[in-house]
């Protein structure tokens, strides 16, 4: 590619798909092709041939015949990037592990507990609950997106140019996408607390922490950002509510205590870290810090977890 074309007018040769199945492709070139074939059914296939023919076809077929063996897949032809088949599986498993794993089960095991402690059990506290464990919920989905421990494929994902933090903020994406609709929807019909904020109070403070664990992990890695961060943030919230109610008489069960839900001082406690334009500007700013520091850090993940 010796001149920039218009999209319409520009295909990949033989040569420039030889080039990339061997490897050789400049980086340049390499986020050309893999940008065009996204669109283009044509050049799609005619990479998808080169790399099966390729040196690396036996391995990746290898590679790929294990994968379905260990999940108990009968093994089936390949389907070419081009084919519609084809594109769902890269959607899939962009959309990462998180999706197709526990973590899925777990949100929406939380939803349900706090609608059976809200309406099943008569607790009145099921929703600032659900409001003080919404932030943390995604950072679970995170911690299982990227690295070693999550994707059979990580060492070959990393190295390609849709690796590394692309991959990683496509993936932490895919996750708040299923989270911010879910919780923000399910707070909503709980019953509301004296007290404390609406039910979309968490959408800047789960930005923050999401971000601030995946700028963490770039030193770290996202496992444990995640459960660094998930841990601070529990510690912090969760000691009001279990502590005594400011307005609750003192005693054995939850009628003494910031478990019923009823006391108006944990609610107020727990409220500072949502409510007014204080709190919620300080989030705004911490996650456009951690947005910051993410772009500074950016390179870190295409070698993230090597050791």
């Excluded at 400049?26 to 669109?39: F, G, N, R, Y």
């Excluded at 519609?84 to 959607?91: E, I, S």
Aim: glycine share 14%; charged share 10%.
């Amino acid at each position: 590619m010796t001149s920039p074309r218009p999209a319409a007018d520009w295909h990949v040769t033989e040569a420039l798909a030889l080039r990339y199945a061997e490897g050789a492709a400049t980086e340049t070139d390499a986020w050309s092709l893999e940008k065009h074939v996204e669109s283009c059914s044509l050049c799609a296939g005619r990479v998808s041939a080169a790399v099966r023919a390729g040196a690396a076809g036996p391995a990746l077929a290898s590679v790929r015949a294990e994968l379905l063996a260990s999940v108990g897949h009968r093994p089936a032809p390949v389907p070419t990037v081009a084919s519609p088949l084809g594109r769902w599986a890269r959607l899939w498993w962009a959309a990462g592990p998180a999706l197709r794993g526990s973590w899925v089960v777990a949100v929406a095991l939380v939803l349900g507990g706090a609608y059976a402690l809200a309406y099943g059990a008569g607790f009145q506290g099921a929703r600032s609950w659900l409001l003080a464990l919404s932030p943390v919920l995604p950072l679970g989905g995170v911690a299982v997106s990227y690295g070693r421990h999550a994707d059979p494929l990580y060492e070959i994902t990393a190295a390609t140019p849709s690796g590394g933090l692309r991959l990683l903020l496509t993936r932490a994406a895919a996750v708040l996408t299923v989270c911010v609709p879910l919780l923000t929807a399910g707070g909503a019909l709980l019953p509301p607390v004296a007290g404390f904020p609406g039910a979309a109070a968490w959408l800047l403070p789960g930005l923050a922490l999401t971000l601030g664990t995946l700028a963490l992990g770039s030193f770290v890695g996202c496992r444990a950002a995640a459960a660094t961060v998930a841990g601070g943030w529990l510690l912090a919230v969760t000691g009001p509510l279990l502590g005594p109610s400011a307005t609750g008489p003192s005693g054995t069960g939850f009628s003494g205590t910031g478990l019923s839900g009823t006391g108006e001082g944990s609610a107020a406690t727990i409220a500072h870290y949502f409510s007014g334009p204080t709190a919620q500007g300080s989030w705004a700013a911490a996650a456009l810090a951690c947005a910051a520091l993410l772009v500074l850090r950016r390179r870190s993940f295409d070698h993230l977890e090597t050791r």
